[in-house]
T-cell receptor, first 110, second 113 residues
Framework: EAQVTQNPRYLITVTGKKLTVTCSQN?????MSWYRQDPGLGLRQIYY???????DKGDVPEGYKVSRKEKRNFPLILESPSPNQTSLYFC?????????FGSGTRLTVV | DQQVKQNSPSLSVQEGRISILNCDYT??????FLWYKKYPAEGPTFLIS?????DKNEDGRFTVFLNKSAKHLSLHIVPSQPGDSAVYFC????????????FGPGTRLSVLP
């Protein structure tokens, strides 16, 4: 089954403790992206990657890092999480005409 | 400033009636538009798309209309069903610039039995 898999689904952490949210796709898509969803703001793009070793900032990249060492994986790294990064995060991949989204990671930073 | 706007945060419709969800955009370069549907605790799923070379696209109960001069698109659901209750996101992109989509804030549709 074609899918985008994110882990974990839920995460509660403390301010400043580094964390990684993993994302993997099995569709051989070149394009992958991370979004955060906040009430009233919709889905805002954090980072995207057009291919392996090619990443670029989206609209809200501050406080986040990504890497794309292989085509299927696109982890999101929060080096020093802060409470304003409490949000619902979605990973997505695309083969050209729209995104396939993962199920989301709800992150709470206390 | 939001490039893609969905000015109605929520909409309630009776089962069997038509649901109309609206979306406006400001960037005249956008030439490809998508609608996504999102249930709680799930990721958004693709619903329907339209290219700027068309002004209408249908898929079963779902029809998307595009008015390029007004920079406006709308999603019509006929007839509405309780299972259509979800958040609907409009998204737009400039196809020649790759696959980055700009999303609207979403409209929560409630279809009442």
């Amino acid at each position: 089954e074609a899918q985008v898999t994110q882990n974990p689904r839920y995460l509660i952490t403390v301010t400043g403790k580094k964390l990684t949210v993993t994302c993997s796709q099995n569709m051989n898509h070149e394009y992958m992206s991370w979004y955060r969803q906040d009430p009233g703001l919709g889905l805002r793009q954090i980072y995207y990657s057009m291919n392996v070793e090619v990443t670029d900032k989206g609209d809200v990249p501050e406080g986040y890092k990504v890497s794309r060492k292989e085509k299927r994986n696109f982890p999101l790294i929060l080096e020093s999480p802060s409470p304003n990064q409490t949000s619902l995060y979605f990973c997505a991949s695309s083969g050209g005409f729209g995104y396939t989204f993962g199920s989301g990671t709800r992150l709470t930073v206390v | 400033d939001q490039q893609v706007k969905q000015n109605s945060p929520s909409l309630s419709v009776q089962e069997g009636r038509i649901s109309i969800l609206n979306c406006d955009y400001t960037n005249s370069m956008f030439d490809y538009f998508l609608w996504y549907k999102k249930y709680p605790a799930e990721g958004p799923t693709f619903l329907i798309s339209i290219s700027s070379i068309k002004d209408k696209n249908e898929d079963g109960r779902f029809t998307v209309f595009l008015n390029k001069s007004a920079k406006h698109l709308s999603l019509h659901i006929v007839p509405s069903q309780p299972g259509d209750s979800a958040v609907y996101f409009c998204a737009a992109s400039v196809q020649n610039y790759g696959q980055n989509f700009v999303f609207g804030p979403g409209t929560r549709l409630s279809v009442l039995p």
